[in-house]
């Protein structure tokens, strides 16, 4: 197979599966996870996992934000920062607050929005 198939090749897989790019990406993510002492792997899960269904609608966003936690994560095993001290007492609170960073395609942010407008429309209307 010349440059050329291989080329058409790969235009075709991504076309069908999504920049490859973007799949080597998440694996590294995920390798760097794995590197986490177990506690703060946990945690990083459970983050991740709580972040896949309000975070971002971009695949770009997405990963700028797993590599953002996972930065986070590594700095603050190197620091011994514990996951408590990462996280606070109010774990979800973290997660809406890091969230707050990535707006882009996120639908929860289109939804606060649209429900800030609309009760401000009904409220500009009934005063």
Known sequence: MGNEGKSRYLHYLEVVTGPLEDKKRYRRYKARVEELPPDYRAAIKALHRYLQYFGPGTAESHLRMLD??????????????????????????????????????NWISRERTRLTESIDRAVGGAG
Not at 82 to 99: M, W
């Open 68 to 105: 953002d936690l996972i930065d986070l994560f590594e700095q603050s095993v190197a620091s011994g920062t514990t996951v408590r001290e990462i996280v606070g007492d109010e774990p979800v609170e973290f997660a809406e607050e890091f969230l707050r960073s990535y707006p882009e395609g």
